[in-house]
């Protein structure tokens, strides 16, 4: 198994290219099912989940040429409607093709998915959702079954504005030819992107990025060609990054509009952040401030796979921090390993109590999932002494190499 090894102490200073976003291109991959021609990607991220999504694709029978800069996908013919259990079992974002294969193929089997252990995971606002939907289905011994009925909602309500749910709702529609409307929808850019991409297929939908998301009824879908937005969360560690060492650094094609609220709160830290035509420019010159409370929250609010980022820089904080987690239930597990390497903090319900420490020591620590993982790494940059960071996995499914990009802004870290 990978390690990364880090010699914490080095300012970060230079400009680092922001990759293609993963939870952007995953729901579009699964877009390309709702048509038998070819789409083309670009800025596709080279990352173990849409490797996975690639192995998902191919398994119901598309042919995936992945290339450098970009991905053609042809669903010309499917051969299933299943996607086996540990392709499933992989990542949480497999349960997203369930409404593309089944506006594909009329039915889809899938199991419960996986992806990282951030606490319960369940998948009952997309059951609901595809249900009021007049999809008909039935669970046995762990695995769903599901066959398109009589439509029988022209809308339907999230009790949750859940990202998969508003997505798959999207993807099943879209290719049918009826109009429905969700209320309560998700707000997230990478919904905007979702229904960018859908409407270059020939789609009809609108409202993405607000909370009712309309699609009206379209012709066939045909093949397309689209490049996927900059991922905001990569955007966001880069920036946490320079935050806890001190320096500058520009996050080239970072979108700022997606990224208003961690950049405010980095400001409250201390840093200066400035839009610089080809992205973010974010500079540190001091230990990072305390700040007073922060909660997760849906987009546009604070988002949670920031959280564990913010939360490492805030370990060697002046002050006392509160982190508030409302979307995930287990998503502290980082702080048990920080607290190897000196950070103090407690959890109180789902708020983590940060008592910030002005050095943190290098240790060997463990990843215990993707954010987490890259939480460890932000703190070994600043750490004295060296860090290794085990289960590398977690974090090669979100970033194409964080070893490459930390290096080229003046990292001391290395893979073995
Ligand atoms: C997406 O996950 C992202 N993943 C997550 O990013 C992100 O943390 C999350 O949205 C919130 O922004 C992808 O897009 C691939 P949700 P998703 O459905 O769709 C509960 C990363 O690090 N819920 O909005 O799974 C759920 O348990 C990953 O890139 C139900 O209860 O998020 C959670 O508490 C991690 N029932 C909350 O809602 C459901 O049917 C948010 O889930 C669905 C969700």
């Known amino acids: 198994m990978c390690e990364l090894i880090i010699n914490g102490g080095n300012r970060l200073c230079g400009e680092v290219k922001i990759q293609g976003s993963k939870n952007a291109s995953l729901p579009i991959l699964a877009a390309t099912l709702l048509t038998d021609e070819r789409c083309v990607i670009h800025n596709c991220p080279n990352i173990s989940d849409t490797n ?3 192995e998902i694709l191919n398994d119901l029978g598309a042919d995936v040429i992945s290339l450098k800069d970009y991905v053609t996908v042809r669903a010309k013919k499917l051969c299933n409607d299943k996607i086996p259990q540990d392709l499933m079992g992989r990542m949480r974002s497999s349960v997203m093709f369930l409404g593309a294969i089944l506006a594909r193929c009329g039915t889809a089997v899938i ?6 252990n951030l606490g319960e995971r369940p998948i009952d606002i997309h059951l609901r959702s595809l249900r009021r939907l007049g999809v008909r289905i039935c669970e046995t011994n762990g695995c769903i079954f599901c066959s398109l009925g009589e439509k029988t909602a022209g809308e339907v309500t999230l009790l949750y504005p859940s990202v998969g749910a508003t997505e798959n709702i ?3 529609c879209a290719g049918l030819d009826t109009s429905v409307r969700i209320n309560n929808a998700a707000r997230e850019p990478e919904i905007v992107d979702l229904q960018n991409f859908l409407n270059l297929m020939g789609a009809d939908i609108r409202g993405a990025g607000t909370e009712t998301i309309t699609i009206y009824p379209s012709h066939r879908l045909h093949g397309c060609e689209y490049r996927v937005m900059p991922d905001r ?12 060492c001190g320096g500058e ?15 405010a709160a980095l400001c409250a830290t201390g840093c200066e952040i400035k839009n610089n035509g080809s992205g973010i420019l974010v500079c540190a010159d001091s230990r990072p401030k305390a700040i ?3 909660k997760t929250l849906p987009y546009p609010g604070f988002p949670t796979d920031v959280q564990p980022l913010l939360g490492a820089v805030l370990m060697t904080a002046d002050g006392d921090s509160e982190l508030c987690e409302a979307i995930f239930k287990k998503r502290f597990e980082y702080y048990s390993q920080l607290e190897l390497m000196g950070a103090d903090a ?11 420490r002005e050095r943190l020591f290098g240790t060997e620590v463990s990843a215990a999932d993707l954010r987490g993982g890259a939480a460890l790494i932000i703190a070994g940059l600043a750490a004295s002494g060296t860090t290794v960071v085990n289960n590398v996995h ?22 073995i």
Do not use: Q, W
């Open 52 to 54: 996975t999504a690639f």
């Open 111 to 116: 199991c419960n998915p996986g992806g990282c």
């Open 170 to 172: 999207m993807l099943l």
């Open 233 to 244: 969360i990569v955007a966001a560690t880069y920036a946490c990054a320079t935050a806890i």
């Open 249 to 263: 650094v520009s996050l080239v094609g970072a979108e700022p509009g997606h990224m208003r609220i961690v950049n």
């Open 292 to 294: 007073e409370m922060i």
């Open 346 to 356: 407690e959890i109180k319900g789902s708020t983590l109590v940060i008592h910030g």
């Open 394 to 415: 977690y974090i090669d499914r979100g970033y194409e190499s964080i070893e490459r990009d930390l290096k080229l802004i003046g990292a001391d870290i290395m893979r």
